[in-house]
């Protein structure tokens, strides 16, 4: 049997009708899949400052009662996963690139619970 024009047309705009049917479910679960892994990534951001936090407060308690606290280094490690949650941060919060250097300043604060802070860190963690 030969199909005519009609019929391959008809059967065209079918699957195209059916798939378009079909197809705002999907985004909808997709969407609502992202949404999910947004949030679970700014959840986990937020626990990363609270204990960030935390962790500053109990370095400046220990502050007062030394007399001359020693530097603090920040090792590789550390630094990498500064600029990751730094680099998460401004992706999630859209913070405009003017305002990046003193996000990344408050976050190597937090990190090492001092007030001098290389610039040369800052400037690695911001560097695109």
Known sequence: MVATHTDIARAVLEATFLSRQQQPKAGTAAL????????????AS???LKRLRQRHRDDAARGWEDADPA???VSAFDAD?????????????GAPECQWR??????VREFTGCE????DLVDWIVSK
């Not at 899949?33 to 990534?41: I, P, S, Y």
């Not at 996963?81 to 919060?93: C, G, M, N, S, Y």
């Not at 003193?102 to 976050?107: G, H, I, S």
């Not at 001098?116 to 610039?119: G, K, L, Q, V, W």
């Open 32 to 43: 609502r899949q992202e949404m999910d892994q947004t949030r679970r990534r700014i959840a």
């Open 46 to 48: 937020r626990e990363l």
């Open 71 to 73: 530097p603090v280094a």
């Open 81 to 93: 996963i500064i600029r990751k949650v730094f680099h998460d941060l401004v992706l999630e919060t």
């Open 102 to 107: 003193d996000l990344a300043t408050c976050l």
């Open 116 to 119: 001098r802070i290389e610039a």
